[in-house]
């Protein structure tokens, strides 16, 4: 019998280890479950109640991480190291940090990559930011 066989994983094209932190600073919120709650607890070694406090917030309907201030894009996640723009929970973050990206591209990384090229500058950062708004749908002008 041979070994068995596994699927090779997916090359990724991008490094986050290079990447200034975009996804840990452009989006308004970062949604957690009560799982992320716990881990985050166990990792801090607080309980449920004072990690949901101390790191969390409502937002709209949500559970959200709070945000700290960022010279760089004037707000990013709490954990986010701002000397290393690392993650400074990396075993402990949320499940959907953990997921992110979902494929083997990054945009953020694409756009970084793109700009320092055409730009001629090995520094150049885009500025962005993601929010989400509404839609109105069709003649009647509800919100979908």
């Known amino acids: 019998m041979g070994e068995p066989v596994t699927a090779a994983k997916p090359r990724s094209y991008y490094d986050c280890v290079k990447c200034p932190a975009f996804c840990c600073s452009i989006y308004e919120r970062v949604q957690v479950t009560l799982r992320d709650i716990r881990r985050l607890a166990k990792h801090f070694g607080v309980t449920e109640q ?14 959200v991480l709070r945000k700290k201030a ?55 950062l885009p500025l962005v930011k993601i929010t989400f708004h509404a839609r109105r749908n069709g003649k009647n002008g509800k919100k979908s």
């Open 50 to 63: 004072v990690a949901t406090t101390r790191f969390t917030k409502v937002w709209g309907k949500e559970r």
């Open 70 to 124: 960022d010279p760089m894009f004037g707000q990013t996640c709490q954990f986010l190291n701002l000397e290393t723009r690392n993650c400074g929970i990396y075993h402990a973050r949320p499940a959907v940090c953990r997921e992110f990206p979902t494929t083997t591209r990054c945009a953020y990384w694409d756009l970084l990559k793109f700009e320092r090229e055409q730009q001629d500058d090995p520094d150049t």
